[in-house]
């Protein structure tokens, strides 16, 4: 069973930072993604940024380039996504995920477990 939890969400300013952790347990990623979304009230779940974890190759959403970096610590089994400058409109719950394939690193399709979420809010 493929338990992950992430961690470090929370209500911030806006130009403000926070850093999400999620730690997977029951699954040697070395061939997989870990993947962050994010959904906001009444609105699609929507891709941020995928890492593969061998290779540490990450994919970002042009909404959050140049403002969150995704990375991953192999030895704590945990990734992360730093996320600064924070906007409004980033306010929505985040979820991280695993992708078993080499494809589909921007498709939550692709994804098979996911986490519980967190709630990172932005205030103007």
């Known amino acids: 069973q493929v338990q992950l939890v992430e961690s470090g969400g929370g209500l911030v300013q806006a130009g403000g930072s926070l850093r999400l952790s999620c730690a997977a347990s029951g699954r040697f990623l070395g061939n997989y993604a870990m993947g962050w979304f994010r959904q906001a009230p009444g609105k699609e779940r929507e891709f941020v940024a995928a890492?593969?974890?061998?290779?540490?190759?990450?994919t970002v959403a042009d909404s959050v380039k140049g403002r969150f970096t995704i990375s991953r610590d192999n030895a704590k089994n945990t990734g992360y996504l730093q996320m600064n400058s924070l906007k409004p409109e980033d306010t929505a719950v985040y979820y991280c995920?695993?992708?078993?394939?080499?494809?589909?690193?921007?498709?939550?399709?692709?994804?098979?477990?996911w986490g519980q979420g967190t709630q990172v809010t932005v205030s103007s």
């Open positions: 890492i593969r974890w061998s290779a540490g190759t990450a």
């Open positions: 995920a695993t992708n078993p394939k080499p494809i589909g690193a921007m498709s939550r399709n692709f994804y098979d477990y």
